[in-house]
């Protein structure tokens, strides 16, 4: 099964929750660029297989974690047993792109279709909502507003199709660094910070998005890559530039693929990493990312 990642067309950070989280307005964005996961049965203990480094093999990665809930859910005794999850990972990591919760996502649907239980929609969501706060957004896809921690989502028109060019650094930012230096901002200047804002390109009848992201000034601060890769796009020819989530990849929009395979060219010496991806509306997000069972040798590598 595809996991794909998001951008954030927009992420507004409206204040600090009597839980400690943080309120957010956010924009999700679907885009083709995905991890991919195969749920194969095997005899013993639970396990999780992948050979890109960095990737947690254990119970900190939010694959075990939606196994180990999904277990619970469906009342089985003991810890999960009898299967292994092959992780075939594309999305870079603490780039913002949501690549960890849709992983989780999507072993959410794989394994619940793998261990033949009939789970409804509304009960994965409620599942994935115990698992990180963007989790029900990849059980949808799409564009789609994000309100309170960002796990409460609202289908929205869906953007038109737009070729997205991802820089992405050499480092990464977790979240926890990110909102750390976002309150930290904030309590010295004692009021939100302002971006300027600008328009997502196309006639999309949403005034939601902006492309402003209240995260990406605290985060530039500590790393000025941000700014810089939000300027190179735009020379490149970008007709909106932001950073993702919590960093640290940014991303151009682009109308035509042309014009954003000449930003790739263009940009391909920088020093970043360059990818190209491009917008997914929420049907055809149901349709790519549709569990299918595999016809050949399972345990050979996923593409």
Known sequence: MRAHAKINLDL???????????ELRTVFQSIALHDTIACLPRAGAFAIECDVAGVPLDGTN???????????????????????????????????????????????????RAWHVPVRPPQLTDVGATLGADVPFFLAGGTALGLGRGDEIYPL???????????????????????????????????????EPQHVPGPWPS????????????????HPEIDQMKAALRRA????????????????????????????ERLSGSGWRVLLTESLGRGEYGRLSRPRFLARNPLSRLH
């Open 237 to 264: 020819g970008a007709l909106a530039a932001a950073m993702s989530g919590s960093g640290s990849a940014v991303f151009g929009l682009f109308q035509k693929r042309r014009e954003a395979v000449g930003a790739v």
């Open 12 to 22: 507004r950070v409206l204040g600090t929750r009597p839980d400690g989280f943080h």
């Open 207 to 222: 005034r939601s998005a902006q492309m402003i992201n209240d995260l990406e000034a605290p985060i530039a601060r500590h």
């Open 157 to 195: 028109a869906d953007l038109p199709r737009h070729w997205v060019v991802l820089l992405v650094p050499g480092f990464g930012v977790s979240t926890s660094e990110a909102y750390g230096w976002y309150d930290a901002e904030r309590e010295l200047s004692r009021g939100p910070i302002v971006r």
């Open 62 to 112: 939010l694959i075990w974690r939606a196994a180990e809930a999904l277990w619970r859910a469906l009342r089985r005794a003991g810890p999960v047993r009898d299967m292994v999850v092959r992780l075939d990972k594309r999305i870079p990591l603490e780039a913002g792109l949501g690549g960890g919760s849709a992983d989780a996502a999507a072993a959410l649907v794989a394994l619940a």
